[in-house]
C-alpha cells in the first residue's frame, strides 16, 4: 500500500510502498478514503512526546480516518465488511496511523460515517469534535449565559461555537483579526482581537463577567488572565494540560477549573447526529494529497489552521 511515514524525528517524510498491516484482536482493517489531520501529527513525527510514548518507525502518522472495512480482526462483531465507518485510532504507541491507502483501527473508535457526509467531512470530525463535546459538558453552557471562547477558528473550536451557540449561549470569540469572519459564520455573536488586549477588552465588554471560558489556546499564565473574567459560582475550561497549573488561582476566585480530555468514541453517534440534522456542519476544510502530507503537518504545527486539514488518500 502506499502510505506516508518519517524515518526519524523531525524528518520531511515521504510516500513509500508498506506492507498492508492485518487487524489485530478488536480491529478492523480500514480501507482509507479520508485521514484528518490533528495538533498530535506535529507532536508524533517532531517527537515532542518520545519520552511518554513508544513511537514504531517507519512512523505513518494519522488519527482521524473515514473510509470502508475491508477486513475484519478477532473478536470483532460490531462490523462488516463493506461497512461506511470513520472515528479515530486509539493506540497504545505512536504509528501504524491513518495516513496510508489501509490502517487498522481498533473498532472502540469507529461509528458508522453518516450517508450524508462525504469521507473528507467525516475524517475532519472526530478527535475534535469529540474534544468540543468535553468542552461543552464541562462547561455546560445554558440558554442566555455567556461563555468566552479563545482559540475559536481551529478545529475545537469551529465545533465548539455551534454547539454552545445550538443551545442559546452568546458565543464571545477571541480570535485574530483574520479569523473573526469564520468565527462569527460559526455561531460566534461577538469576536475580540487577540493581538489588541483582549483581557483589556473584555473587561471593558463585560464589567459583570462571563458565566464560562473553554480557552482551546492558552498555557497556565494566559490561561489565568482570561479566568480573571469569569464569574463567581462559573467556570474555566482547557483541554491543554499546561493550563491546570492555573485552577488553584481561579478556584481562590470563586470560579471552577475543568479539563477537557476527548470523550469516548461512543460519543461519535451524537456527533453524526448533530451533523446530520443540520444542528453543526463540519467545518471549512483545506484538502492535501498525501504526497502533501509534509504541507498539512508543518501548517498544523504553526498554530493558525482555520477549520480542518485533511488528507484526501483516494
Ligand atoms: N486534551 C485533549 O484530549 C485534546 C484534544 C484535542 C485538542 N486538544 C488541544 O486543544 C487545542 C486546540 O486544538 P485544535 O485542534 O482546535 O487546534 P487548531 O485547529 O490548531 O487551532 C488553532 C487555532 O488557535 C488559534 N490561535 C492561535 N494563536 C492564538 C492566540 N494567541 N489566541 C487565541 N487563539 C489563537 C488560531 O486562530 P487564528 O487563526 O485566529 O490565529 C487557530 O485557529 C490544542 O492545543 C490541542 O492540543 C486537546
Redesign the pocket.
Known sequence: MRAFAVDSFGSAGSVRELPVPDPGEGEVLVRVHAAGV??MDPIYTGGWIKDYMEHRFPLVPGIDVSGVVEAIGPGVTAFKVGDEVFGVSSKPFVGGGTFAEFATVPVSGLARKPANLSHAEAAALP??AL?AVAAIDAADPQGGQVILL??A?????SIVSQLASARGAKVVA???E??AEHARALGAAETVD?AKDAVAELKKRYPDGVDALID??SDAEAFAGYAELVRKGGVAVS??GPAGAAAPSIEERGARFAA???AASERLGEVADAVSTGRIRVPPIKTFSLEEAPAAISE?AN????GKLVIAVR
Open positions: 490533528n495538533v478527535h475534535v474534544t479563545v482559540g477558528a481551529g478545529g475545537v473550536g477571541v480570535t485574530s483574520a479569523s487577540y482551546l489556546h483541554p491543554r477537557a480530555n476527548r498544523m498554530g493558525h489552521v482555520r
